[in-house]
């Protein structure tokens, strides 16, 4: 059996436990580290233009509206706001007395970062083609009214790739895979990267589910690998914990690259690692970099 390939790291949102998550601060921070893996959010803004951003509703735990003020709650909804009203919020700092600050103790502020544009991340990242870039588009099929329809989505993010002679390689992952479908059929070329969470209550994965577009019928029969397979994906992005080593054999087998989230702890780094996996999307890249290279 050969060597496997040292995995491809990404880093989470540019990179979250270094600079605000996806800001054009942390992508040009990941470039200038040498990481050769980004991956960003996108969702649809009022003017149905493609923004990186994770959260459908703004968010209190970072957003400042354009008085310097820190939201009391979550909101409006990011569907809701032009690209005008999106970018007169300052999304550089973690808020100090919001919980999801203390998650990331070492995040460095970059105050007066703005919520990009695709059209701007991808004018960006074109500068340098061994950027391998993920780009997730969030859509919510529990909840249809935090966000565009799933064709809308594809093809917003289909139309701004198209508009540029992108070399990067590239992958467009999503949890919800009716946006996959439409992306599918709209541009089957682009290669479709399959977001996975089970067990869980936030879980996608289950019978009868919703973001599963039909498939979740076949759960009870096959492996999940083999599902994803015959959509004809080319990436698995399970949550770290769902994979096994015999789930990743499968998935490659397959002919699936196996690109796991968010992978933050050392330990599973290592472990992910020595399993062989295709890819590690971590909040911590250059972490993950040096164990990396540790072993390759
Ligand atoms: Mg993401």
Redesign the pocket.
């Known amino acids: 059996m050969s060597t496997p390939r040292p995995p491809l790291v990404y880093g ?2 540019g990179a979250r436990g270094v600079l605000p998550e996806n800001t054009m601060d942390s992508f040009r921070w990941l470039r200038a580290q040498g990481i050769r893996g980004v ?1 960003i ?1 996108v969702q649809l803004c009022a003017d149905g233009v493609p923004v990186v951003i ?1 959260d459908p509703l703004m968010p209190a735990q970072l957003a400042r509206d354009a008085q310097g003020r820190w939201l009391q709650d979550a909101g409006p909804k990011i569907i809701d706001l032009t690209l005008a009203e999106l970018q007169r919020y300052d999304v550089g700092r973690l808020n100090p007395d919001h919980p999801y600050g203390a998650r990331y103790p070492d995040q460095r502020p970059a105050d007066g970062a703005l919520i990009p544009t695709l059209a701007g991340f991808l004018d960006w990242a074109q500068q340098d083609p061994s950027l391998t870039l993920n780009i ?1 588009i969030k859509s919510f099929a529990d909840r249809a009214e935090l966000g565009a329809a799933p064709a809308h989505l594809a093809d917003a993010v289909a139309d701004v790739i198209a508009a540029r002679a992108l070399v990067n390689p590239l992958v467009i992952s999503s949890f919800d895979w009716r946006v996959l479908s439409a992306l599918h059929r709209i541009a089957p070329d682009i290669p479709r990267g399959y977001l996975t969470l089970e067990g869980t209550q936030e879980a996608n994965i289950f019978a009868a589910s919703p973001w599963m577009d039909g498939a979740a019928r076949r759960l009870g029969d096959t492996d999940l690998p083999r599902i994803i397979a015959d959509l004809g994906g080319k990436f698995w992005c399970p949550f770290h914990r769902d994979l096994t080593a015999a789930r990743l054999s499968t998935a490659q087998a397959l002919g699936l690259q196996v690109n796991v989230w968010t992978v933050n702890d050392p330990d599973d780094i290592a472990r992910m690692i020595a399993m062989g996996v295709d890819g590690i999307i971590t909040d911590y890249p250059q972490r993950a970099a040096a164990m990396v290279s540790g072993v390759a």
């Open positions: 989470h949102r991956e959010d994770h997730e």
